[in-house]
T-cell receptor, first 119, second 111 residues
């Protein structure tokens, strides 16, 4: 599977500020995904990012709050804008990938995550 | 009804026993089924994928899928303390690539 890194690994931010999270993959991938995991909760998909097109957001998530860039096939950023304490979560990027025979079957692998605390 | 349901646990199993984790889903068109393991403070790690009815074995892990009954399960044989983690069931729907996760089951293996 692809090796995925995220920066920063954690941050503490003030209310009203913005944070940009980077996701880097060691191979070219078509689709990248951004998830949120709130404290004690499971993962929720924020958006899907394809290179060269606008990100597709899930219900409850909007571009103004979570703008995403996908400038090439190995990199993406997620910005959490105008933060409030409710945005305190772990933010994870994932990519599809694996053995060729599995590629059609949507296996996703996750980066290490960014732990965000908003005061 | 939630799309993907798991018993949140905690599930406590003695070392060496079989741990059985279950997951039910609501979308009959679901195509791909996954089990992830998540240690505290870490990101989810894919441990099993299953796409067809029946059993799939990988080492101490066996995934079971029954599309007619809309459930998928994970069996862990010879449970070890290192298996203590939260296990997340995830599913993709028909024609969709996004993963929908269950709430996760916290598993504790007692030495």
């Amino acid at each position: 599977s692809a090796v995925i890194s995220q920066k920063p690994s954690r941050d503490i931010c003030q209310r009203g500020t913005s944070l940009t999270i980077q996701c880097q993959v060691d191979s070219q991938v078509t689709m990248m995904f951004w998830y949120r995991q709130q404290p004690g909760q499971s993962l929720t998909l924020i958006a899907t990012a394809n290179q060269g097109s606008e990100a597709t957001y899930e219900s409850g998530f909007v571009i103004d709050k979570f703008p995403i860039s996908r400038p090439n096939l190995t990199f993406s950023t997620l910005t959490v804008s105008n933060m409030s304490p409710e945005d305190s979560s772990i933010y994870l990027c994932s990519v599809e990938g694996g053995e060729a025979r599995d590629y059609l079957y949507n296996e996703q692998f996750f980066g290490p995550g960014t732990r965000l605390t908003v005061l | 009804q939630k799309e993907v349901e798991q018993n949140s646990g905690p599930l406590s199993v003695p070392e060496g026993a079989i741990a059985s984790l279950n997951c039910t889903y609501s979308d009959r068109g679901s195509q791909s089924f996954f089990w992830y393991r998540q240690y505290s403070g870490k990101s989810p790690e894919l441990i099993m994928s299953i796409y067809s009815n029946g059993d799939k074995e990988d080492g101490r892990f066996t995934a079971q899928l029954n599309k007619a009954s809309q459930y998928v399960s994970l069996l862990i044989r010879d449970s070890q303390p290192s298996d203590s983690a939260t296990y997340l069931c995830a599913i993709t729907g028909q024609g969709a690539q996004k993963l929908v996760f269950g709430q996760g089951t916290r598993l504790t293996i007692n030495p």
